[in-house]
């Protein structure tokens, strides 16, 4: 059983930073690709990003493109989401999610482990 916990989340401003992280446990880690995808009040979760089990491919989407950044550490079975320059439509429930492909999919319904989400609040 794959399980997957995020942190890091949060009260921001605009313009400030914040990074989450997601421990994954279980399963072969650096198989896994990795997405993270957000859900606002009263909206559908979308696609916010992802990367390839060696981290050589990330995607965006295109609201967060050069101010977010995902990134992977297979030593400590860890994906990050830096978010810089943060906006208030960034508020939503942030949630990471296991690819078994490996590939990085930008669709949720490639995904199969989710984590419990974490908040972003991010006030103008």
């Known amino acids: 059983q794959v399980r997957l916990l995020e942190s890091g989340g949060g009260l921001a401003q605009t313009g400030d930073s914040l990074r989450l992280s997601c421990l994954v446990s279980?399963?072969?880690?650096?198989?896994?690709?990795l997405g993270w995808f957000r859900q606002a009040p009263g909206k559908e979760r979308t696609f916010v990003a992802s990367?390839?089990?060696?981290?050589?491919?990330?995607f965006y989407t295109p609201s967060v493109e050069g101010r977010f950044t995902i990134s992977r550490d297979n030593d400590k079975n860890t994906v990050y989401l830096q978010m810089n320059n943060l906006k208030p439509e960034d508020t939503a429930v942030y949630y990471c999610?296991?690819?078994?492909?490996?590939?990085?999919?930008?669709?949720?319904?490639?995904?199969?482990?989710w984590g419990q989400g974490t908040q972003v609040t991010v006030s103008s």
């Open positions: 999610a296991t690819d078994p492909t490996g590939n990085g999919l930008v669709l949720s319904a490639g995904y199969d482990f």
């Open positions: 279980g399963g072969t880690f650096s198989r896994f690709g």
């Open positions: 990367i390839n089990w060696s981290g050589g491919n990330t």
